[in-house]
């Protein structure tokens, strides 16, 4: 829900640079690509953050986990893909809604 919000809040502020994207000459796919892109760069650094800080604790918690492999590659990346699918599925409808501006009505915008 925080990813949507803020990418919609996003859009709806860059309506009149989408706008004069689009009136020069801009295809919705690249339109689409910039804003999916630019969306998912916070979530791609917070994941890397994420990663590092979680292997840190799993390191600090060795002692705890008997029998247990500390760092779970396939766990972290897992988890990793299906928060980026869950970002970039989030992002998808603001981005989708960015398409649907009047090149027209965004340049009168305001």
């Known amino acids: ?3 949507h919000g803020t990418v919609s809040y996003i859009v709806v502020l860059r309506t009149r640079e989408v706008g004069i994207r689009m009136a020069l000459g801009a295809q919705k796919r690249d339109v689409l690509e910039l804003i999916l892109r ?6 791609l650094t917070g994941l890397l ?3 590092v800080l979680a292997v840190g604790a799993s390191y600090l918690l060795r002692g705890v986990l008997y029998g247990l492999n500390t760092v779970d ?3 972290f990346v897992g ?3 299906l928060f ?4 970039l599925l989030a992002a998808y409808a603001p981005a989708r ?10 340049l009168r915008y305001e």
């Open 38 to 43: 630019e969306s998912t760069r916070p979530v």
């Open 97 to 106: 809604r960015a398409l649907s501006v009047d090149p027209n009505v965004a």
């Open 1 to 3: 829900m925080g990813i």
């Open 73 to 75: 590659g396939i766990s």
């Open 79 to 81: 988890v990793s893909l």
């Open 84 to 87: 980026l699918a869950i970002a």
């Open 49 to 51: 953050v994420g990663m």
